[in-house]
């Protein structure tokens, strides 16, 4: 533990951590990426943001929920860990239950409007981390909030939830026979010991050049208006593409699980020690 301007805690000298049951999370090579700041075009590259880190906390399962144990506050009872998904997407829920592990799911309140010039990665990434605080302020201690967000990157535009069926139409058009960036981020933030922070994972997705009867016959059977870009790529949208590029397979559905996973184990909760447990 390091107090301000990186000096050690003179409290923790000599003193060894406790070995924990569970590894915390590890890196997986993201680049650093401040709140807010514009997304860059060109490469591709997995981003992330570092908010507070966890401090001294170590989990082990007990009773159907992970527990955490803070060294630093002994005799203070540890409350059983409680993951929520911040959103209502199906999509979003059907991914985190192939991870077998219990969860809620809370609906953020959240403004989705862009800034201005706000860059799609941007976007995607503040989204993602406001949901995600949006429910923790409300959820209590314990409580570890899932956030997450997509945004299609078309020519460094932000083009989200198409809603009506003309806009679909707009969408898909203006991709047809083009390459196209999806952000999707994903947030996990656990307000008790201050920890909050955000992964990216684009998707890049190469459109076939789609006529208008095609169009029409796949908004009509799939009807995807609360899917960014209108893509609905886990079943008939599939057709649509020529190719997918990700480092994290599920990230174009809507929620990237390897970076999920990568959070969840850095906020003290280790999916794979939870997973079948009951809530």
């Given at each position: 533990r390091?107090?301000?301007?990186?000096a050690?805690?003179?409290?923790?000298?000599?003193?060894?951590?406790?070995?924990?049951?569970?590894?915390?999370?590890?890196?997986?090579?993201?680049?650093?990426?401040?709140?807010?700041?514009?997304?860059?075009?060109?490469?591709?590259?997995?981003?992330?943001?570092?908010?507070?880190?966890?401090?001294?906390a170590?989990?082990?399962?007990?009773?159907?929920?992970?527990?955490?144990?803070?060294?630093?506050?002994?005799?203070?009872?540890?409350?059983a860990?409680r993951?929520?998904?911040?959103?209502?997407?199906?999509?979003?829920?059907?991914?985190?239950?192939?991870?077998?592990?219990?969860?809620?799911?809370?609906?953020?309140?959240?403004d989705?409007?862009?800034?201005?010039?706000?860059?799609?990665?941007?976007?995607?990434?503040?989204?993602?981390?406001?949901?995600?605080?949006?429910v923790?302020?409300?959820?209590?201690?314990?409580?570890?909030?899932?956030?997450?967000?997509?945004?299609?990157?078309?020519?460094?535009?932000?083009?989200?939830?198409?809603?009506?069926?003309?806009?679909?139409?707009?969408?898909?058009r203006?991709?047809?026979?083009?390459?196209?960036?999806?952000?999707?981020?994903?947030?996990?933030?656990?307000?008790?010991?201050?920890?909050?922070?955000?992964?990216?994972?684009?998707?890049?997705?190469r459109?076939?050049?789609?006529?208008?009867a095609?169009?029409?016959?796949?908004?009509?059977?799939?009807?995807?208006?609360?899917?960014?870009?209108?893509?609905?790529?886990?079943?008939?949208?599939?057709?649509?593409?020529?190719?997918?590029?990700?480092?994290?397979?599920?990230?174009?559905?809507?929620?990237?699980?390897?970076?999920?996973?990568?959070?969840?184990?850095?906020?003290?909760?280790?999916?794979?020690?939870?997973?079948?447990?009951?809530?």
């Amino acid at each position: 533990r390091r107090q301000a301007g990186g000096a050690k805690d003179p409290r923790l000298a000599g003193r060894r951590q406790r070995p924990g049951r569970v590894l915390g999370g590890g890196g997986m090579g993201e680049v650093e990426h401040d709140v807010g700041s514009g997304g860059q075009r060109g490469d591709i590259q997995p981003q992330r943001i570092d908010g507070f880190d966890c401090h001294g906390a170590s989990v082990r399962p007990g009773r159907g929920l992970a527990r955490w144990d803070n060294p630093s506050m002994s005799g203070v009872p540890s409350p059983a860990l409680r993951l929520i998904l911040g959103s209502t997407s199906r999509y979003r829920q059907e991914l985190l239950r192939r991870l077998h592990v219990p969860f809620e799911v809370s609906a953020p309140d959240v403004d989705e409007t862009p800034h201005a010039g706000e860059a799609p990665a941007a976007l995607a990434l503040r989204l993602a981390l406001a949901k995600a605080h949006a429910v923790a302020r409300q959820a209590g201690i314990g409580a570890v909030v899932i956030g997450s967000d997509q945004v299609a990157d078309v020519d460094g535009e932000p083009i989200g939830k198409p809603g009506t069926h003309e806009r679909a139409v707009a969408q898909l058009r203006a991709m047809s026979g083009r390459e196209i960036v999806f952000q999707t981020a994903v947030a996990v933030v656990r307000a008790d010991i201050g920890f909050e922070r955000a992964l990216l994972a684009p998707v890049r997705v190469r459109f076939r050049t789609l006529g208008d009867a095609e169009i029409e016959r796949y908004l009509e059977l799939e009807q995807p208006y609360d899917c960014a870009g209108s893509a609905k790529s886990e079943t008939l949208g599939i057709a649509l593409l020529s190719a997918i590029e990700s480092d994290d397979p599920t990230a174009l559905v809507g929620l990237p699980l390897i970076r999920t996973c990568e959070l969840l184990r850095a906020a003290g909760l280790d999916p794979v020690l939870l997973a079948g447990m009951s809530p």
